[in-house]
């Protein structure tokens, strides 16, 4: 059985502290989540092993009145602008098949979600599958099994952990792209900069007129099929979860040793 969460929008502090809940409170529910949602204000995320001052540029972080949060997940930095990304996140058993896979095998299968629903929508896109490793600290600019990529350029990506008894995977899904932004906020390279103007795309680079209500439709049924789930209802959070997550919040994401320094002192 299969949960689908639609949630909105959310501050981008409370979007990780959701799934790390969901995630941590998976063994305790007999289904799977497929969760939705968006960022407001802009949200910048980095990796949970990167270090802080090697990765964003916090001066214009505040400038621009985003806000930053550390992942539960590894990976790259990341810019999540408000209205402009659906982010998805995934909660599965370790009893799932999915789990039974390694991480390139199982986030490329996932990612296939997200590839399967652009396809409804007349785009020609697909998973890249194994490629080689990337150490930039831009996500975007790390080529992965799990990236969508139209036309050869990148319109979502993922990160993946396993822990608490359950896989969780987050990833994006671009719906406008500038590089502009992503690069005010991030420390690059001028070669990774190069690459973040020619290699990654939003969707409306390829559909200008797009139906957020129907793609988020597509989603929801193109994951569904890719997890193998028969059966999924529409749901929220439980009572349980949603303390979680407001502990989680309180206790680890709002605060600058976990976001800045990687220190959970939270004891949840």
């Keep these: ?30 289904y799977d989540t497929l969760r939705i949602y968006m960022w407001f204000p ?42 402009k990304e659906i ?3 995934v909660i599965l058993s370790r009893d799932h098949l999915l789990y039974s896979f390694d991480v390139s095998t199982s986030a490329s299968k996932i990612a296939e979600g997200i590839a399967k629903a652009v396809n409804r929508l007349g785009v020609d896109v ?5 490629g080689e490793f990337g150490g930039a600290a831009f996500c975007y600019l790390n080529p992965g099994s799990s990236d969508v990529l139209i036309g050869g350029k990148k319109i979502s990506g993922s990160a993946q952990r396993r822990e608490w008894g359950s896989l969780l995977q987050h990833g994006t899904l671009l719906i406008e792209y500038d590089p502009e932004d992503f690069l005010a906020v991030l420390r690059t390279s001028d070669e990774e900069r190069r690459v973040a103007r020619e290699k990654i795309a939003g969707l409306r680079d390829f559909i200008e007129d797009i139906d957020l209500n129907l793609l988020i439709g597509y989603l929801v049924d193109s994951m569904r099929e ?21 502990e989680l919040f309180e206790k680890k994401y709002s605060r600058d ?11 949840v």
């Design 257 to 267: 040793e976990w976001n800045i320094y990687g220190r959970d002192i939270s004891s």
């Design 126 to 130: 697909g998973v890249r599958g194994f």
């Design 87 to 89: 982010t998805y996140s």
């Design 42 to 83: 802009s949200g910048v995320t980095l990796g949970r092993k990167q270090i802080f001052h090697e990765t964003l540029n916090l001066e214009e972080i505040l400038r621009r009145g985003y806000v930053y949060v550390r992942r539960p997940t590894g990976g790259a930095a990341l810019l999540h602008p408000a209205f």
């Design 226 to 246: 890719v997890l193998g789930h028969r059966e999924y209802f529409f749901g929220g959070l439980d009572i349980d979860e949603f303390k979680l997550s407001l």
């Design 1 to 30: 059985m299969l949960r689908v969460i639609i949630d909105g929008v959310r501050d981008p502090r409370m979007n990780m502290a959701i799934d790390e809940a969901l995630a941590r409170m998976r063994s305790s529910k007999n």
